[in-house]
Every structure is written in structure tokens, then in C-alpha cells.
């Protein structure tokens, strides 16, 4: 026994001095960039509760079983875990950054390496979605044994020990959190989370998430997946305080457009991201689902509900309120009972699926003629008389169905002057008639405005009489179908928080590149006064486009203009202006053609590159023939310059081969209808066919 001390303590000397050494030539040559482990937030609702359960049950004949076969797990006692196992290393490590960006972070100098061993400690109402996400960080980060514990009993010792839950979830997160020198949650807003990673004075790795309700737990997890730092062929997690919390209540997507609606893959797609991403609404309005608007009366087929409820309960794993906006302007008697008793009956038919969150949408209907007489005779005519019977409408679900259902969120409604900080009668009805518990949706000043202010929005938060939610009409592209809007999120005003209860941004027909735009409004909406546009649409990149994040960039930069942001392609633009600057003037002609041919072929290989590094291959069939033509226009433009150099050069062989290349490549690209990176290629190489090749090249080139 003795000699066999001896042999383990002279390994743990080398090994620690391996370790030192390791460092200091690490240290020696700069700080490695940390990368953060790509963790797909959706798992958590792939798992059935059940499952759970099962763990939780088996969790201390598991730990009594590894304990007499190993020797090496036993009962903590304050102070002991440290000296009972061998202690996780401990080295500096830098910290990923966190997105969105956390409220407060503060870094520390204890991280230390993840062992093949954790502890994982639980509460009885601990978030199960929260505890699925911290078990998935864990095996991928290679962690091969997770052994649960519960907060009823000591946990078992181990090198690092994790507790997922707050005081309400487990009481046991209160001291680990104490034992790190770190405040708890309470006093934080709702979803608030408190993350602490470190050691306390007993040298015990703990790791502790702790949500002041279980949304904030669940977030404080989607913070946790992003802190592993793959190094040196180990995993390590970085020291750190957190102190976070959302400054906008509701944060989120509505599926407003028109067009074809997601399908349920899609809508599932959009839930995990948005989990991952800490934004916790969907609105349900699709404006082509005929069960929602044509013919909003009418019960959905069995195998549709079936459906919607598959969504519903993934929102519910996921953290994400799902509101079912219900739209029956196009056909609804205001006055009519058995109207206003269909409305009520058809969302009860939602409710006993999950959903607790209603809407009732009243935009894109005329209030200037009425779908019964009854209504004309009881309200009269224009827009006072149309505020005043949608009001009627809406108090009466509020009171027959709403209040009706205790656990049911407040109604919300989209009116028919839906935009604009004016008033107006029908304003002034819905003002002085509606239901104040009522939520109002508004668009800001314009349908797609620019740009809204805080006052702005206090304006419609006035002009109403009611609290504001925006729909804002970005990155929607229904109005614009053959333009993808991939840019980031901007000109919205980070005082508007103080007027509005949230945001849903309208994303385009196309779900997964939407997530470009959403990931960017997402950390806007968390931490408006530390969003930098620039910054989280770089890492909206790197999460969505894995690998292949450069080639991702190119091409979303190629589709980045849009109202927000009339800006296009300002790469591609820079070394346009450069080469013609220099070609027109004769000086460094050569260096400049290099440079722009070198970026039109990165566009050239966009759609290879693409195709071999991202695994999102609903990413790559939306966006594919906007790729395809991005690839064609890198071509093209590769052309175009060796047509201008060899002009330039006199070699007119080489000027006629380029010159009916680009014809054979513009009469391709007129064949589509797809837009990208508008009013900058196109200029460029008609400019390139044209000069004093136009005469042979005219025939070929379509007008």
C-alpha cells in the first residue's frame, strides 16, 4: 500500500510538471484563440421526461455501484472532495466570447481542465431542458462518465462538480455559489441567471448555474455550452462570474409573411435556434395558412393540429412562448354572436394543445366595408366606427376566453393602422374602447421603417393607450422574393426598451437564412446598450456557418443591403472603386486587378465551400440559388477583370477568348431571377464588355 502511494504521488509530481511545462512553452509562444464548442441547443427536446426521471432514480445505486468497484467515489464532507480525488489542473484560460453579449462578466483566474469524471447535482424541479443541454456540453467536451446526484444528500466527490438550478430549483447551488465568492440570482429579472466556473478555498472545481426561475437556468446552460475551450488536446473551462439577464421582456420571430408557410421542420429548426440564441417568443401567422385567416372558422384536420402541437410542445422544452395568431378580418361579423363564439371555440381548440399565448391579427383587411349589415347598422361607417367594433370583438375574447383560463397570457392584436406615430378616429377608438390589458403590435413609423426610435415608440405607446409590441418588418423579403436580406439588425434605437414590452422580427419565406439576421437581432434585444452590429453578425457566422464561416461571410455581404441599410457589398464595392481608380489612371494596375480577381474568386467558390463545410443542408436548399448565381457572378467577374488587363495589355486574342467567356456567362445569369449584391457586378461587367470590344461582343450580350 505504501509503495504503492509512493508510485502515485512520483506520477502526480510528473505529471504536473509536464504540465507546468507545457504552459510555460505555451506561454512563451502567445495565447491560443479559444474556440467554442459547437452544441446544437435543440437536443433538449429530443429526450422524453421519462427518461429523466429514470436517471434520477438510478443516480444513487449508480454512485454506490462505482464507488465498491473504483474506490474512488465516496461521501463529500465539507472540505474533503479536494483531498479525496485528484484535483483538475489549473490554468489560465481565456474565455470565449458569449453571445448575446452578458450583462456582467466578469473573468477569473481559476479554470481549470474538465475531467473523464463529473458530478452532476440536481434539484427535484430542476429544468430538465437546462439539465439535457449541461449533459451534452459534457460528453462532447469528452467527459465519458456523468454520474447524477441530487441536492437531498452530499454529492459524491469528484474533480469537478456541477449544479444546475437556482435557489428555487435547488437549494444546494446557493452554497456552491458561496463557496466561489459569487452572489446569487435573487433580484434579477425573470430569466436572470447567476454562472459561476472556479474553485473555492477547498480546491474543489465547481462549476454552478443558477437561474432566478428555470428560464434563467435554461439560459444560464445556453451560456455554459459556449465557455468550453478545446486546448492542447484537452477541454477546459475558463473562470468566470456572470451576472446576466434580457433587458426586453419578449424577444423573438413572428411568421407573419406571405407565401409558402414553414413547414413543421423549419418551425422546429427556429425553436432550438432561438433557445439557443436566449430569445423566448414565436408567433403562429402565417398569412397563407388557410385554418388561420380564409377560413379561420373551420377546425384544423386532425393530422395538421397534430402538427402544430409537435411545435407547441417544442417551444415548451425550448423555453419559447408560442402565441397562435388568429386572423378573421378578411370575412368576420363584429356584431354577430355566432362569430365571436366560433373565435372563442376554434382558439379553446388551440389551448387543449399547449398553447397559452393568443393573438388576433386585424391588418391587411379594409375598415371601409363591412362583411354584414348588422355591423354598418350597430358601428356606422369609416375608421372611428372600425375601432370601435374591433374593440368590441377583442373585449369580448378577453372576457369569454381569456379571463376564462387562469394560466392564459394576455391577449395581443395587430390593428388595421398598424404603423405610424399619428393619431387618427380609428386610433382614438381602439384608445378610448379596447380592453386595457390588451397588448397592441405595431410596426413602428413605417411598415418597413429604417429605423425606430425610443421616441417613436413612445409616441405609439401614447397614441394607442395601450403597452407596444413591434413587429418589425426585417429581415422579411415577401414584398421582395427574389432578394435575400442578410444583414445585421439596425437602426433600432437601444432606448426603446423603455416603451415597448418586446420585439418578434418577421423573417424571410426562407427559414434558415434568417437566422442571420435573427441571431443578430437576438443580442440586440438582450443587451441593446452593448450590441455592435458588426460583431454579432461575425458571430452569427462563425455559429450558423461552423468551418465554412469565411465563405458564409462572402456570401451573406453579397445580400446585405436591404432597407435597414442601403450599404451593399462593401468589400466587393472597396476593391471595385481601387480597381478602376487605378486602371483609369494607369498606376498599379496589376496589383489591383490581383486583388479583385482574388475576391471574385472567393465568390466563385462560394458554392464548393459552402457545400463541403456547413452540416445545414436546409441552409443550403433555400439559399441555393442565390448561392449558384453568387458563384456565377465570381466567375463572371474573374473574367471581366482578365478582359480589362488583356484590353489594357493589347492582346487582343486574349481579349475576343474573355470576351465571349463573359458573353456565354451574362446570357447564364439572365436566365435566373434571383438578385444578389444588386447595382455593384452587374455595372462592372457590362462596363467590362463594353469599351472598344463593344462591336464583337454586342451580338452575344443580351440588352
Given at each position: 500500500?505504501?509503495?504503492?502511494?509512493?508510485?502515485?504521488?512520483?506520477?502526480?509530481?510528473?505529471?504536473?510538471?509536464?504540465?507546468?511545462?507545457?504552459?510555460?512553452?505555451?506561454?512563451?509562444?502567445?495565447?491560443?484563440?479559444?474556440?467554442?464548442?459547437?452544441?446544437?441547443?435543440?437536443?433538449?427536446?429530443?429526450?422524453?421526461?421519462?427518461?429523466?426521471?429514470?436517471?434520477?432514480?438510478?443516480?444513487?445505486?449508480?454512485?454506490?455501484?462505482?464507488?465498491?468497484?473504483?474506490?474512488?467515489?465516496?461521501?463529500?464532507?465539507?472540505?474533503?472532495?479536494?483531498?479525496?480525488?485528484?484535483?483538475?489542473?489549473?490554468?489560465?484560460?481565456?474565455?470565449?466570447?458569449?453571445?448575446?453579449?452578458?450583462?456582467?462578466?466578469?473573468?477569473?483566474?481559476?479554470?481549470?481542465?474538465?475531467?473523464?469524471?463529473?458530478?452532476?447535482?440536481?434539484?427535484?424541479?430542476?429544468?430538465?431542458?437546462?439539465?439535457?443541454?449541461?449533459?451534452?456540453?459534457?460528453?462532447?467536451?469528452?467527459?465519458?462518465?456523468?454520474?447524477?446526484?441530487?441536492?437531498?444528500?452530499?454529492?459524491?466527490?469528484?474533480?469537478?462538480?456541477?449544479?444546475?438550478?437556482?435557489?428555487?430549483?435547488?437549494?444546494?447551488?446557493?452554497?456552491?455559489?458561496?463557496?466561489?465568492?459569487?452572489?446569487?440570482?435573487?433580484?434579477?429579472?425573470?430569466?436572470?441567471?447567476?454562472?459561476?466556473?472556479?474553485?473555492?478555498?477547498?480546491?474543489?472545481?465547481?462549476?454552478?448555474?443558477?437561474?432566478?426561475?428555470?428560464?434563467?437556468?435554461?439560459?444560464?446552460?445556453?451560456?455554459?455550452?459556449?465557455?468550453?475551450?478545446?486546448?492542447?488536446?484537452?477541454?477546459?473551462?475558463?473562470?468566470?462570474?456572470?451576472?446576466?439577464?434580457?433587458?426586453?421582456?419578449?424577444?423573438?420571430?413572428?411568421?407573419?409573411?406571405?407565401?409558402?408557410?414553414?413547414?413543421?421542420?423549419?418551425?422546429?429548426?427556429q425553436l432550438d435556434f432561438l433557445a439557443s440564441t436566449k430569445q423566448n417568443v414565436y408567433v403562429y401567422s402565417p398569412k397563407d395558412d388557410p385554418y388561420l385567416r380564409a377560413q379561420w372558422r373551420?377546425?384544423?384536420?386532425?393530422?395538421?393540429?397534430?402538427?402544430?402541437?409537435?411545435?407547441?410542445?417544442?417551444?415548451?422544452?425550448?423555453?419559447?412562448?408560442?402565441?397562435?395568431?388568429?386572423?378573421?378580418?378578411?370575412?368576420?361579423?363584429?356584431?354577430?354572436?355566432?362569430?365571436?363564439?366560433?373565435?372563442?371555440?376554434?382558439?379553446?381548440?388551440?389551448?387543449?394543445?399547449?398553447?397559452?399565448?393568443?393573438?388576433?391579427?386585424?391588418?391587411?383587411?379594409?375598415?371601409?366595408?363591412?362583411?354584414?349589415?348588422?355591423?354598418?347598422?350597430r358601428f356606422g361607417t369609416g375608421g372611428a366606427a372600425a375601432g370601435q367594433a374591433q374593440a368590441s370583438l377583442l373585449n369580448r375574447v378577453q372576457n369569454d376566453f381569456i379571463e376564462t383560463h387562469?394560466?392564459?397570457?394576455?391577449?395581443?392584436?395587430?390593428?388595421?393602422?398598424?404603423?405610424?406615430?399619428?393619431?387618427?378616429?380609428?386610433?382614438?377608438?381602439?384608445?378610448?374602447?379596447?380592453?386595457?390589458?390588451?397588448?397592441?403590435?405595431?410596426?413602428?413609423?413605417?411598415?418597413?421603417?429604417?429605423?425606430?426610435?425610443?421616441?417613436?415608440?413612445?409616441?405609439?405607446?401614447?397614441?394607442?393607450?395601450?403597452?407596444?409590441?413591434?413587429?418589425?418588418?426585417?429581415?422579411?423579403?415577401?414584398?421582395?422574393?427574389?432578394?435575400?436580406?442578410?444583414?445585421?439588425?439596425?437602426?433600432?434605437?437601444?432606448?426603446?426598451?423603455?416603451?415597448?414590452?418586446?420585439?418578434?422580427?418577421?423573417?424571410?419565406?426562407?427559414?434558415?437564412?434568417?437566422?442571420?439576421?435573427?441571431?443578430?437581432?437576438?443580442?440586440?434585444?438582450?443587451?441593446?446598450?452593448?450590441?455592435?452590429?458588426?460583431?454579432?453578425?461575425?458571430?452569427?457566422?462563425?455559429?450558423?456557418?461552423?468551418?465554412?464561416?469565411?465563405?458564409?461571410?462572402?456570401?451573406?455581404?453579397?445580400?446585405?443591403?436591404?432597407?435597414?441599410?442601403?450599404?451593399?457589398?462593401?468589400?466587393?464595392?472597396?476593391?471595385?472603386?481601387?480597381?478602376?481608380?487605378?486602371?483609369?489612371?494607369?498606376?498599379?494596375?496589376?496589383?489591383?486587378?490581383?486583388?479583385?480577381?482574388?475576391?471574385?474568386?472567393?465568390?466563385?467558390?462560394?458554392?464548393?465551400?459552402?457545400?463541403?463545410?456547413?452540416?445545414?443542408?436546409?441552409?443550403?436548399?433555400?439559399?441555393?440559388?442565390?448561392?449558384?448565381?453568387?458563384?456565377?457572378?465570381?466567375?463572371?467577374?474573374?473574367?471581366?477583370?482578365?478582359?480589362?488587363?488583356?484590353?489594357?495589355?493589347?492582346?487582343?486574342?486574349?481579349?475576343?477568348?474573355?470576351?465571349?467567356?463573359?458573353?456565354?456567362?451574362?446570357?447564364?445569369?439572365?436566365?435566373?431571377?434571383?438578385?444578389?449584391?444588386?447595382?455593384?457586378?452587374?455595372?462592372?461587367?457590362?462596363?467590362?464588355?463594353?469599351?472598344?470590344?463593344?462591336?464583337?461582343?454586342?451580338?452575344?450580350?443580351?440588352?
Open positions: 500500500m505504501v509503495a504503492l502511494a509512493a508510485a502515485v504521488t512520483l506520477s502526480a509530481g510528473l505529471l504536473l510538471g509536464a504540465v507546468v511545462l507545457l504552459y510555460r512553452w505555451g506561454a512563451a509562444r502567445g495565447p491560443l484563440a479559444a474556440l467554442a464548442v459547437p452544441i446544437a441547443a435543440g437536443s433538449a427536446a429530443t429526450a422524453g421526461a421519462l427518461a429523466f426521471g429514470l436517471r434520477r432514480l438510478s443516480s444513487v445505486g449508480l454512485t454506490v455501484a462505482l464507488a465498491l468497484l473504483g474506490g474512488t467515489l465516496g461521501p463529500a464532507t465539507a472540505g474533503s472532495a479536494a483531498a479525496s480525488v485528484t484535483p483538475a489542473t489549473v490554468i489560465p484560460v481565456t474565455a470565449p466570447a458569449v453571445w448575446p453579449t452578458p450583462q456582467q462578466h466578469n473573468t477569473r483566474t481559476d479554470g481549470f481542465a474538465l475531467s473523464s469524471t463529473v458530478v452532476l447535482v440536481t434539484g427535484a424541479t430542476t429544468d430538465f431542458s437546462a439539465v439535457r443541454v449541461v449533459e451534452k456540453v459534457l460528453t462532447s467536451a469528452g467527459v465519458t462518465r456523468v454520474v447524477t446526484a441530487t441536492d437531498q444528500q452530499p454529492p459524491p466527490a469528484a474533480p469537478v462538480i456541477v449544479w444546475v438550478g437556482g435557489p428555487s430549483e435547488i437549494k444546494a447551488s446557493g452554497g456552491a455559489l458561496n463557496a466561489l465568492g459569487i452572489a446569487g440570482p435573487a433580484g434579477l429579472a425573470a430569466e436572470g441567471y447567476v454562472l459561476g466556473i472556479g474553485r473555492g478555498a477547498d480546491g474543489q472545481a465547481r462549476v454552478v448555474l443558477a437561474g432566478v426561475d428555470t428560464t434563467g437556468t435554461f439560459y444560464a446552460a445556453q451560456t455554459f455550452r459556449q465557455l468550453v475551450v478545446p486546448r492542447r488536446g484537452h477541454t477546459w473551462l475558463p473562470g468566470v462570474s456572470i451576472r446576466d439577464w434580457p433587458t426586453m421582456p419578449l424577444r423573438g420571430v413572428i411568421e407573419g409573411f406571405y407565401g409558402p408557410p414553414w413547414s413543421s421542420a423549419d418551425r422546429l429548426s373551420q377546425p384544423y384536420p386532425p393530422d395538421q393540429l397534430a402538427a402544430i402541437r409537435q411545435v407547441v410542445d417544442r417551444a415548451d422544452l425550448d423555453h419559447v412562448q408560442l402565441t397562435y395568431a388568429l386572423s378573421p378580418g378578411l370575412s368576420v361579423c363584429y356584431s354577430s354572436d355566432s362569430d365571436e363564439q366560433a373565435l372563442v371555440d376554434k382558439l379553446k381548440s388551440i389551448w387543449d394543445i399547449g398553447v397559452r399565448s393568443f393573438a388576433i391579427p386585424l391588418d391587411d383587411i379594409s375598415y371601409t366595408r363591412w362583411n354584414c349589415g348588422t355591423d354598418v347598422a387562469a394560466t392564459a397570457h394576455r391577449l395581443e392584436m395587430v390593428p388595421t393602422e398598424f404603423s405610424g406615430v399619428g393619431d387618427s378616429p380609428y386610433k382614438a377608438a381602439l384608445r378610448g374602447h379596447l380592453d386595457p390589458r390588451v397588448t397592441v403590435e405595431w410596426t413602428g413609423g413605417g411598415i418597413v421603417p429604417a429605423t425606430i426610435t425610443a421616441d417613436q415608440a413612445g409616441q405609439a405607446r401614447q397614441v394607442f393607450g395601450h403597452d407596444i409590441l413591434v413587429w418589425d418588418n426585417y429581415p422579411v423579403n415577401d414584398y421582395a422574393p427574389q432578394r435575400l436580406f442578410l444583414g445585421p439588425y439596425t437602426g433600432r434605437d437601444p432606448r426603446i426598451t423603455d416603451n415597448v414590452v418586446g420585439v418578434t422580427v418577421n423573417p424571410m419565406i426562407e427559414s434558415e437564412p434568417s437566422k442571420i439576421a435573427e441571431f443578430t437581432s437576438g443580442a440586440f434585444l438582450w443587451n441593446p446598450t452593448s450590441y455592435e452590429a458588426p460583431a454579432a453578425w461575425l458571430a452569427g457566422l462563425h455559429q450558423l456557418g461552423g468551418s465554412a464561416w469565411q465563405a458564409l461571410r462572402v456570401f451573406a455581404e453579397s445580400n446585405s443591403s436591404c432597407v435597414l441599410n442601403l450599404a451593399e457589398s462593401p468589400t466587393l464595392t472597396s476593391l471595385i472603386s481601387a480597381f478602376w481608380t487605378s486602371y483609369e489612371s494607369g498606376t498599379n494596375v496589376g496589383g489591383a486587378a490581383a486583388a479583385l480577381s482574388s475576391y471574385f474568386g472567393d465568390m466563385a467558390a462560394v458554392p464548393e465551400r459552402l457545400k463541403a463545410g456547413m452540416d445545414d443542408t436546409a441552409f443550403l436548399a433555400e439559399a441555393g440559388p442565390w448561392i449558384d448565381r453568387l458563384g456565377l457572378y465570381g466567375r463572371a467577374g474573374q473574367v471581366a477583370v482578365a478582359l480589362l488587363v488583356a484590353q489594357r495589355a493589347g492582346d487582343l486574342m486574349s481579349v475576343r477568348r474573355n470576351g465571349l467567356a463573359l458573353a456565354s456567362l451574362r446570357n447564364r445569369l439572365a436566365a435566373t431571377s434571383q438578385v444578389v449584391a444588386p447595382g455593384i457586378i452587374d455595372p462592372f461587367i457590362a462596363r467590362a464588355a463594353g469599351g472598344s470590344v463593344r462591336g464583337a461582343l454586342d451580338p452575344l450580350v443580351p440588352a
